[in-house]
C-alpha cells in the first residue's frame, strides 16, 4: 500500500514540476538538506494528493506550518501546498501577501501589454519604449 501511494504522490510531484518549470525533489524529507516535493527558483511547493478521487480533502495547518518552516531552511522566499482530489489537477494553498503578490503583478503585465498594443502587434518601436514608463505602469499596479 504505501508503494502505491509513493507512486501516486511521485506523479503529482513529476505533473507539478513539469507545468511550474521546476523538479522534483527525488527523496524528499529522507535527508537533512532536501525539502519539500518541488522548488522551482525561489518557490517552495509540498504536494498532498488522495489515493482515490474524493469530493473533499482535510486541510491541516501543520503542513502550512512544516511547510513555512522548511522553505525557510531551504532559503526559499515563498511556499505553496499543492493540493489534488485524486485527480490530474492542482489547488494551491498560499499565504496572502503571496496571492496579494501574485494578483498585482498579473495585473502589472496586463498593463504592459496593453500599453504595448498587446502581445500580436510587431508595430511596436521599442526604441521609443522606456525603462522609466515601464517601471511607472508597474509600480501603479503593485502600490
Same mark, same amino acid.
Given at each position: ?26 527523496? $524528499?524529507? @529522507?535527508?537533512?538538506?532536501? /525539502? #519539500?516535493?518541488?522548488?522551482?527558483? &525561489?518557490?517552495?511547493?509540498? %504536494?498532498?494528493? *488522495?489515493?482515490?478521487? $474524493?469530493? @473533499?480533502?482535510?486541510?491541516? /495547518? #501543520?503542513?502550512?506550518?512544516?511547510? &513555512?518552516?522548511?522553505?525557510? %531552511?531551504?532559503? *526559499? ?67
Amino acid at each position: 500500500m504505501k508503494d502505491s501511494t509513493r507512486a501516486k504522490s511521485s506523479i503529482q510531484e513529476k505533473r507539478i514540476a513539469k507545468a511550474m518549470g521546476g523538479r522534483q525533489v527525488v527523496g $524528499s524529507g @529522507s535527508t537533512p538538506f532536501l /525539502k #519539500g516535493d518541488v522548488v522551482v527558483d &525561489k518557490l517552495f511547493i509540498e %504536494a498532498k494528493t *488522495k489515493m482515490n478521487p $474524493s469530493q @473533499s480533502i482535510t486541510v491541516k /495547518k #501543520g503542513w502550512i506550518d512544516k511547510a &513555512k518552516e522548511q522553505s525557510l %531552511a531551504m532559503r *526559499k522566499e515563498d511556499y505553496a501546498i499543492a493540493v489534488s482530489f485524486g485527480d490530474p489537477k492542482e489547488y494551491y494553498l498560499i499565504e496572502d501577501t503571496l496571492m496579494e503578490d501574485l494578483y498585482k503583478s498579473r495585473e502589472a503585465l496586463r498593463a504592459v501589454i496593453d500599453a504595448l498594443g498587446g502581445l500580436d502587434d510587431r508595430l511596436v518601436d521599442l526604441d521609443n519604449l522606456t525603462g522609466n514608463g515601464i517601471r511607472a505602469l508597474i509600480r501603479g499596479h503593485l502600490e
